[in-house]
């Protein structure tokens, strides 16, 4: 059972909420959990949440984008108090994680509430002191809909860098890019000698990408997705 | 493209409990086409139990239902899966 012990806002739409689990034995940076509620009914609904904190956090964080039609989600953002208690199982997956080691620059691509495991990644990159070069391209729909954003500007530097992308409203002034991402933007992004690229967003926008960086020439092995779907609340 | 369309990470969880270690690590090779993967790459529909699909042929690989205690498991498209225990 994990306990909530804090929520805290990060844009309108989403919410991180830290969670104390008892005997929780670490996870690696882009891992997920799965969540389970019970009614008192004992109808169950389960969804899986990728893990936002690093490794070695005190404490096991979620950031959740509430979506209106889904099950789970606006109980996690909208009914859930510290002391709230809910079942977990994880941490949970091999494939779509941190590699300090992969031989040559990483980028990580995220679409909304897909930067969620990058951002794990980012967090226990910067952690552990790894080295690896890495880009992240992070596509937003406006600057406020932008999740972490005083933290990964204070993880920029030491070979990370984030480009944004704002697909819908800049703000004034706004010299980044201002659409979605395409052919163009992923070839003045990605390295040329990219080791491996994780890409995580809704399956319109992992498609879209994943399918592109292959056309561009990058090996489809070193492209690994992590899609979330529609149904994903 | 398939707006229902997840990988191999949504069906982790529940193919955990079965196979009892990590799966998306795991290699796998599709009876149809005979291309091998990790699992974590398969592409993966989950409606009212998780079927996973080669993602080069499209041949369904797995097919999961589970229902109360009991896991239903068909595994006719998968040729051999290789598991780090």
């Known amino acids: ?233 | 493209m398939d707006a229902l369309r997840l990988d191999g990470n949504a069906a982790a969880g529940t193919l955990q409990q079965v196979f009892t270690t990590e799966v998306t690590t795991a290699v796998g090779t599709c009876g149809g086409c005979g291309a091998t993967d990790a699992v974590g790459a398969a592409h993966v529909y989950v409606s009212a139990g998780i079927v996973l699909r080669c993602p080069h042929c499209d041949t369904v690989l797995l097919r999961l239902v589970q229902h109360e205690e009991r896991i239903w498991l068909d595994l006719t498209g998968l040729r051999s899966l290789a598991l780090r225990v």
Not at chain 1, 8 to 28: S, Y
Not at chain 1, 211 to 230: C, I, M, N, W, Y
């Open chain 1, 1 to 233: 059972m994990a306990t909530v012990a804090e929520i805290r806002p990060e844009t309108p739409r989403v919410k991180t909420l830290a969670l104390d689990v008892p005997g929780w034995a670490g996870h690696r940076g882009g891992q997920h959990v799965d969540v389970r509620l019970t009614a008192e009914d004992g109808y169950q609904a389960q969804r899986s949440y990728s893990i936002a904190s690093a490794a070695n956090a005190a404490r096991v964080e979620l950031t959740v984008e509430g979506l209106e039609d889904g099950e789970v989600s606006p109980y996690l953002t909208s009914v859930a108090r510290a002391g709230d208690q809910f079942e977990i199982r994880g941490p949970i997956g091999g494939y779509f994680v941190w590699n300090a080691d992969p031989g040559g620059p990483v980028l990580l691509v995220g679409g909304g509430s897909g930067v969620v495991p990058l951002m794990a990644m980012a967090r226990q990159r910067a952690a552990d002191g790894d080295a690896v070069p890495t880009r992240l391209l992070y596509s937003s729909r406006s600057w406020e809909d932008v999740i972490y954003r005083d933290e990964l500007e204070g993880l920029s530097g030491d070979g990370f860098r984030v480009v944004h992308t704002l697909t819908r409203e800049q703000p004034p002034g706004w010299t980044g890019y201002a659409r979605r991402v395409d052919a163009e933007m992923l070839t003045q992004v990605a390295p040329s000698d990219l080791a491996l690229a994780f890409v995580c967003g809704p399956t319109p926008f992992v498609e879209a990408v994943a399918s592109t960086l292959v056309q561009l020439g990058h090996d489809p092995a070193k492209v690994r997705t992590e899609r979330f779907g529609p149904t994903g609340g």
